[in-house]
């Protein structure tokens, strides 16, 4: 039996659906704990082309069960509108459950999200418009609605009655926006809990079931570490705690039943939205990561700022995650540079940082240190063994593992599930 997380370990977009899709095959289960449809990746296969924001990408293993856990932020509509293209493809979404414990996101909070973004003007976030905070707020608020709220049709009523005439005054008062109809909504999401009824549960009950006959399974973390609520570059950060410990709130599973922690890693670092980024480079060469990378957001579009691996930032994911190994994505990005470098530590006055202030102006003026590596100047998307990688690109992953002090797992030399090169499997 294993239960292993996988995290983002940078700013997101370090491409864990990849890395999530190859460990599915051997898992039973697959949960996702935090975080909701700001997250969003695009799956290609034999059975088509999709876009997943909520569903865990386990669902194309026919074997798996994939599970939305108490800790995610579920729009409902989102969740409808995916299960739908799945089945439009003849892919059985009958093993995908949801917590009756996760939080609801209504129309209102993605409203709320956009006008309170614009309303931070030059300190705004950049948020993904998805409703995310408002409904985090909400929970933490003791007001927000539940996922099992939508079974029942009476506390469905009544619980929104109150928040509709609550948020319709937030709306007007604060920013002159028009109101929401209560019969509206009340119609529509009772509707969408008659069509979610199979899917919602007690997902507490399934995980601790399954780890009691000792099933494989694997915590699909979403966001990534640095836009940790907590440690992330707040308040550029994003309103749930996409880190390893977020696994055993988003899923009500004890830090020790977890047996392995993976953290997902680019050869390089990106950014969307606001917020200090040490290692951003704004000349050529991050303009050819971004297009070599395609680097444009999946759930936005907009165009990722992009920079040098930070092993700064790295070694404080490695900590904080508990990480027992690391994936490295995106290494063929590299390819045509001749020289790569690599972030080793900070400058900040005449202080030399080996970790990540939690002062953003700090962060803003610390100023990266770097190792310059040779380059290798040459494709190895066709690469299958480790060892049959250029010289000078085993240097660089390896001078990353030893900067950050943790091994490597897996790497990856594109984007096919045939590119993933595993060195120490997760599961047995
Ligand atoms: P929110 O999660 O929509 O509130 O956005 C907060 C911050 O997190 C913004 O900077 C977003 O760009 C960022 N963010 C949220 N989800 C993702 C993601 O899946 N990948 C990358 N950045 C994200």
Same mark, same amino acid.
């Given at each position: 039996?294993?239960?292993?997380?996988?995290? &983002?370990?940078?700013?997101? =977009?370090?491409?864990?659906?990849?890395?999530?899709?190859?460990?599915?095959?051997?898992?039973?289960? %697959?949960?996702?704990?935090?975080?909701?449809?700001?997250?969003?990746?695009?799956?290609?296969?034999?059975?088509?082309?999709?876009?997943?924001?909520?569903?865990?990408?386990?669902?194309?293993?026919?074997?798996?069960?994939? $599970?939305?856990?108490?800790?995610?932020?579920?729009? +409902?509509?989102?969740?409808?509108?995916?299960?739908?293209?799945?089945?439009?493809?003849?892919? =059985?979404?009958?093993?995908?459950?949801?917590?009756?414990?996760?939080?609801?996101?209504? #129309?209102?909070?993605?409203?709320?999200?956009?006008? !309170?973004?614009?309303?931070? &003007?030059?300190?705004?976030?950049?948020?993904?418009?998805?409703?995310?905070? #408002?409904?985090?707020?909400?929970?933490? !608020?003791?007001?927000?609605?539940?996922?099992? @709220?939508?079974?029942?049709? =009476?506390?469905?009523?009544?619980?929104?009655?109150?928040? %509709?005439?609550?948020?319709?005054?937030?709306?007007?008062?604060?920013?002159?926006?028009?109101?929401?109809?209560?019969?509206?909504?009340?119609?529509?999401?009772?509707?969408?809990?008659?069509?979610?009824?199979?899917?919602?549960? @007690?997902?507490?009950?399934?995980?601790? !079931?399954?780890?009691?006959?000792?099933?494989?399974?694997?915590?699909?973390?979403?966001?990534?570490?640095?836009? @940790?609520?907590?440690?992330?570059?707040?308040?550029? %950060?994003?309103?749930?705690?996409?880190?390893?410990?977020?696994?055993?709130?988003?899923? /009500?599973? &004890?830090?020790?039943?977890?047996?392995?922690?993976?953290?997902?890693?680019?050869?390089?670092?990106?950014?969307?939205?606001?917020?200090?980024?040490?290692?951003?480079?704004?000349?050529?060469?991050? @303009?050819?990561?971004?297009?070599?990378?395609?680097?444009?957001?999946?759930?936005?579009?907009?165009?990722?700022?992009?920079?040098?691996? =930070?092993?700064?930032?790295?070694?404080?994911?490695?900590?904080?995650?508990?990480?027992? /190994?690391?994936?490295?994505?995106?290494?063929?990005?590299?390819?045509?540079? +001749?020289?790569?470098? $690599?972030?080793?530590?900070?400058?900040?006055?005449?202080?030399?940082?080996?970790?990540?202030?939690?002062?953003?102006?700090?962060?803003?003026?610390?100023? +990266?240190?770097?190792?310059?590596?040779?380059?290798?100047?040459?494709?190895?998307?066709?690469?299958?063994?480790? /060892?049959?990688?250029?010289?000078?690109?085993?240097?660089?992953?390896?001078?990353?593992?030893?900067?950050?002090?943790?091994?490597?797992?897996?790497?990856?030399? /594109?984007?096919?599930?045939?590119? %993933?090169?595993?060195?120490?499997?997760?599961?047995?």
């Amino acid at each position: 039996m294993a239960v292993v997380a996988v995290v &983002g370990a940078q700013w997101g =977009d370090e491409g864990k659906g990849q890395v999530i899709d190859v460990l599915a095959e051997k898992a039973r289960i %697959v949960a996702r704990y935090q975080g909701g449809s700001n997250a969003g990746h695009t799956v290609v296969n034999q059975l088509g082309h999709f876009r997943l924001h909520l569903v865990p990408s386990g669902i194309f293993h026919p074997e798996t069960i994939c $599970i939305i856990g108490n800790g995610v932020v579920v729009d +409902p509509a989102v969740l409808l509108q995916e299960i739908e293209a799945l089945q439009q493809h003849h892919i =059985d979404t009958s093993r995908l459950y949801v917590s009756d414990r996760a939080h609801v996101v209504l #129309p209102y909070h993605l409203v709320l999200d956009r006008l !309170a973004d614009e309303a931070r &003007g030059e300190q705004r976030i950049g948020t993904t418009g998805r409703g995310i905070g #408002p409904a985090y707020e909400d929970k933490v !608020a003791r007001i927000g609605l539940r996922m099992g @709220d939508l079974l029942d049709a =009476d506390l469905l009523r009544e619980k929104l009655r109150f928040l %509709v005439e609550y948020k319709n005054k937030i709306l007007a008062c604060l920013y002159n926006a028009p109101p929401f109809s209560f019969a509206e909504l009340y119609d529509t999401y009772r509707r969408y809990g008659e069509r979610l009824a199979p899917h919602i549960t @007690d997902t507490f009950a399934m995980i601790h !079931a399954a780890i009691r006959r000792g099933d494989n399974i694997l915590l699909e973390g979403a966001q990534a570490t640095l836009l @940790d609520l907590d440690f992330g570059t707040y308040p550029y %950060v994003t309103a749930s705690s996409p880190t390893v410990g977020g696994a055993c709130t988003g899923l /009500g599973i &004890g830090p020790r039943l977890i047996t392995r922690a993976i953290g997902v890693f680019k050869a390089y670092y990106t950014r969307v939205g606001s917020g200090p980024f040490p290692t951003e480079l704004t000349d050529a060469t991050g @303009d050819l990561i971004r297009e070599r990378g395609r680097e444009y957001g999946t759930t936005t579009g907009r165009p990722r700022r992009c920079g040098w691996f =930070d092993a700064v930032l790295a070694r404080y994911a490695v900590q904080l995650n508990g990480l027992d /190994g690391f994936a490295l994505n995106a290494l063929s990005v590299l390819d045509p540079l +001749p020289v790569v470098k $690599i972030c080793t530590a900070y400058r900040y006055g005449d202080q030399v940082l080996d970790l990540p202030p939690a002062s953003l102006s700090v962060l803003s003026q610390c100023v +990266p240190i770097y190792e310059e590596l040779p380059g290798w100047q040459e494709p190895i998307g066709h690469i299958r063994r480790y /060892g049959d990688l250029p010289a000078n690109a085993r240097r660089f992953v390896e001078r990353i593992a030893e900067l950050i002090n943790c091994r490597l797992d897996m790497l990856a030399v /594109g984007l096919k599930r045939e590119q %993933v090169i595993t060195l120490h499997p997760a599961f047995d």
